[in-house]
T-cell receptor
Framework: NAGVTQTPKFQVLKTGQSMTLQCAQD?????MSWYRQDPGMGLRLIHY???????DQGEVPNGYNVSRSTTEDFPLRLLSAAPSQTSVYFC????????????FGDGTRLSIL | DAKTTQPPSMDCAEGRAANLPCNHS???????VYWYRQIHSQGPQYIIH?????ETNEMASLIITEDRKSSTLILPHATLRDTAVYYC???????????WGAGTKLIIKP
């Protein structure tokens, strides 16, 4: 039982490049979400999904796209990377969107030059 | 914005109880209080949550005041591995989103 798996762990991009951050969970959780964490700060919600085929915006969605074609996978796409998107990105999942604890991956550390 | 207020840092001696306070004076009647922690830069780890009654699990105890405007997370016998940033979060009842503050950096000293 791997839990929440994020790949890659580290990535360096040039401004304007695009890329996809992968997130997969093997717990059959309906709710999945993406956060970013800047130095010394708490997490901020980017996008979330309450089930396959359903996504919605969080607090800081601009510059990011998501899709949820399967229950297991929830990729995050950076359309045109900007230095302001340099951050640590965490994916999380929980059984549903209600009062259930979220399980987090180990994060992707992304630097935009 | 986060609906909680926590001290930025605290120290605790190894083997002693660590008591981490949190103020959430604007909490609504159906909103839960959650605690997570983050060790180094790892992914956050769930600790405990509660609504109005005190809660205990294998990791910690959560004491919520009767008026629900504040709570305390208790780690009964702190170890060096408990050094982490601890986040107190009110789960918003309208959209079930976790709004994170800056947390409390807890340092356990030998």
């Amino acid at each position: 039982n791997a839990g929440v798996t994020q790949t890659p762990k580290f990535q360096v991009l040039k401004t304007g490049q695009s890329m996809t951050l992968q997130c997969a969970q093997d717990m059959n959780h309906e709710y999945m979400s993406w956060y970013r964490q800047d130095p010394g700060m708490g997490l901020r919600l980017i996008h979330y999904s309450v089930g396959a085929g359903i996504t919605d915006q969080g607090e800081v969605p601009n510059g990011y796209n998501v899709s949820r074609s399967t229950t297991e996978d929830f990729p995050l796409r950076l359309l045109s990377a900007a230095p302001s998107q340099t951050s640590v990105y965490f994916c999380a999942s929980s059984p549903d969107e209600g009062h259930q604890p979220q399980h987090f991956g180990d994060g992707t550390r992304l630097s935009i030059l | 914005d986060a609906k909680t207020t926590q001290p930025p840092s605290m120290d605790c001696a190894e083997g002693r109880a660590a008591n981490l306070p949190c103020n959430h004076s604007t909490i609504s009647g159906n909103e839960y209080v959650y605690w997570y922690r983050q060790i180094h830069s790892q992914g956050p780890q769930y600790i405990i949550h509660g609504l109005k009654n005190n809660e205990t699990n294998e990791m910690a105890s959560l004491i919520i005041t009767e008026d629900r405007k504040s709570s305390t997370l208790i780690l009964p016998h702190a170890t060096l591995r408990d050094t982490a940033v601890y986040y107190c979060i009110v789960l918003e009842d309208s959209n079930y989103q976790l709004i994170w503050g800056a947390g409390t950096k807890l340092i356990i000293k030998p």
